[in-house]
């Protein structure tokens, strides 16, 4: 069975930091995909970044880009988001994201990109 787990959300006082962490098991994505979205309460779900499967190509939310780092550790199965300049308006539910298989750059923005999803992890950033 395939499960995505995040760890590593929390409070955090606005301008701190988090580092989120996404584990999968069940297979592996080393050929695949990886991606960061959000939902805020009240609001539609929201691409964060993605990153390919070969690392060599990343995309960024136009509201995350400059903050946030997204990375991934392939012999760990593992992708990361390190969250930096945290604002309030961050505050939500962080789920990542996994295709099976994609092109040696391709980043998907959507949904339907995907395959596998996480179950989330609350980020809460007070002002």
């Known amino acids: 069975q395939v499960q995505l787990v995040e760890s590593g959300g929390g409070l955090v006082q606005a301008g701190g930091s988090l580092r989120l962490s996404c584990a999968a098991s069940g297979r592996t994505f080393s050929h695949g995909a990886l991606g960061w979205f959000r939902q805020a309460p009240g609001k539609e779900r929201e691409f964060v970044a993605a990153i390919s499967w070969s690392g060599g190509s990343t995309a960024y939310a136009d509201s995350v880009k400059g903050r946030f780092i997204i990375s991934r550790d392939n012999a760990k199965n593992t992708v990361y988001l390190q969250m930096n300049s945290l604002k309030p308006e961050d505050t939500a539910v962080y789920s990542c994201?996994?295709?099976?298989?994609?092109?040696?750059?391709?980043?998907?923005?959507?949904?339907?990109?995907?395959?596998?999803w996480g179950q989330g992890t609350q980020v809460t950033v007070s002002s």
């Open positions: 994201a996994a295709t099976i298989s994609s092109n040696l750059y391709d980043t998907p923005r959507t949904g339907p990109g995907y395959d596998y």
